[in-house]
């Protein structure tokens, strides 16, 4: 017997499978530098650290294996003692004060003490040591200058070699004002750097700088100062 007729179509609804989640990818160093406290970061850090203590551990027991026992501990060396020497005692020459060093003489003074007032002074700048730096007054109205004492009364290098003459120049007061002559000296007279002309006299007015030779050996250089004339009165007074 057969069956006849007409089935209901049927529908078939195929549906595809959903597919597998991706895994996350692991974390990146520069992620865990950027965000250090992640989970995944985290456990990494920790198993590193796990991994260098051990290492750490086994090579502690390594080290001491090889040495033979436990680390030496650190020697403390003695430190030696210090001796003072004493002091050796001064022998009695040492000891013993010897003589009193001579006390210096003192220097002349610069200008004398007269009973004469001056009418001038001549410093000497520039002469015989023993005369160097004194004042030696003018009390004639005429003095003469030179090298022999029985005839001058202002004498420099008495005995000695120099380049001054025996009346070198002679140093003149009239009627208040003062004049100096050089009298033909050998080595001449200069005033101020000028040379003055034998046998004619040169005023002086105060302050000048007298040269007497010196132009090849042994000289004298003075500083002429007159004495005011009411100073001069008071003191003869």
Request: hydrophobic share 40%; net charge negative; proline share 14%.
């Amino acid at each position: 017997m057969g069956f006849t007729g007409e089935s209901a179509p049927v529908e078939i609804v195929l549906e595809a499978p959903a597919p597998a989640p991706e895994p996350e990818p692991a974390p990146s160093v520069g992620g865990c530098f950027s965000a250090p406290f992640a989970p995944e970061c985290a456990q990494a850090s920790a198993a590193v650290g796990a991994v260098l203590g051990f290492a750490a551990v086994l090579g502690g027991a390594y080290y001491i294996h090889q040495r033979g026992g436990t680390p030496p501990s650190p020697v403390t060396l003695p430190v030696p003692a210090l001796r003072m020497r004493p002091k050796p005692a001064p022998s009695a020459e040492a000891a013993a004060p010897g003589p009193a060093a001579p006390a210096p003489e003192a220097a002349p003074p610069a200008r004398p003490e007269l009973d004469t007032p001056p009418l001038a002074w001549l410093k000497v700048v520039r002469g015989p040591a023993e005369l160097t730096g004194r004042e030696l007054p003018m009390i004639e109205a005429i003095t003469r200058l030179g090298t022999h004492a029985e005839d001058c009364e202002i004498a420099f290098y008495v005995g000695e070699r120099s380049t001054l003459s025996k009346h070198h120049a002679t140093l003149q007061h009239y009627r208040g004002a003062f004049f100096l002559t050089d009298q033909r000296s050998r080595s001449g007279t200069r005033v101020g750097g000028q040379a003055l002309i034998p046998g004619r006299p040169l005023r002086l007015t105060g302050g000048e700088r007298i040269t007497l030779g010196g132009a090849d050996g042994p000289g004298v250089e003075l500083a002429f100062e007159p004495v005011p004339p009411e100073t001069a009165a008071e003191d003869q007074a």
